[in-house]
């Protein structure tokens, strides 16, 4: 799946975040850290980034992630070309669109194609990929590392595991939307 293939139900918005469940998805899902450096051999495998500033500084300490998830913004605005991670040494890249406090279909196929790849891949979201650290611990394989950023605090490392991944499909259930997101996902 490469950018503008798909189908046309891409842009569909199978699930959206309400207002109320906002505060439950703004605590740390694990640790913060603030040194990528010190992350590393804490890291399993694969290594799934979600975020621009939480890939550049995996890959600036030696660690390109298997899996990067990026919208080319930080804290609302747009990044410059020096602030951008370096994506080459990607084998695959999926284009997706994706709104703000939503997933759409298009951007859970991609975080199931990507996870499943052998290639390095990376996912470039045109809108907002906050919430892709959800459905990426709703999937991912025991013994992965998540990490996304924490506005203003760090990187979070979540290590998965059933208990984790868990957790995030019942997030992924307390949101409103679409029982299609399974499929969207292959299944879970």
């Known amino acids: 799946m490469a950018g503008g293939e798909g189908g046309s139900d891409d842009l569909d918005v199978l699930l959206t975040l309400p207002d109320e469940l906002r505060g439950a998805f703004k605590d740390p899902l694990g640790p913060i850290h603030t040194d990528a450096n010190r ?7 694969p290594v799934i980034a979600v975020g621009d500033v939480v890939t550049r500084h995996l890959t600036q300490a030696g660690v390109r992630p298997d899996l990067a998830i990026l919208d080319w913004v930080t804290e609302r605005e747009a990044l ?10 990607y084998g695959g890249r999926i284009d997706v669109e994706n709104p ?3 997933l759409s ?3 859970l196929r991609a975080l199931g194609c990507g996870i499943e790849r052998d290639e390095k891949t990376v996912i470039v979201v045109d ?6 650290t959800v459905p990426v611990l709703a999937v991912a394989p025991d013994g992965a590392s998540v990490v996304y950023g924490q506005p203003g605090e760090g990187m ?9 991944r868990t ?19 292959g299944g879970f």
């Open 100 to 102: 703000a406090a939503g």
């Open 39 to 45: 992350l590393r051999p804490d890291l399993g495998e």
């Open 105 to 107: 279909a298009a951007l």
């Open 80 to 89: 410059s070309e020096s602030e951008k991670p370096d994506i080459t040494g």
């Open 127 to 132: 809108g907002e990929e906050d919430l892709a």
């Open 167 to 185: 957790h995030a499909r019942e997030l992924l259930a307390k949101m409103d939307g679409d029982e299609a997101v399974q499929d969207a996902l």
């Open 156 to 164: 979070v490392h979540v290590p998965v595991d059933s208990e984790t």
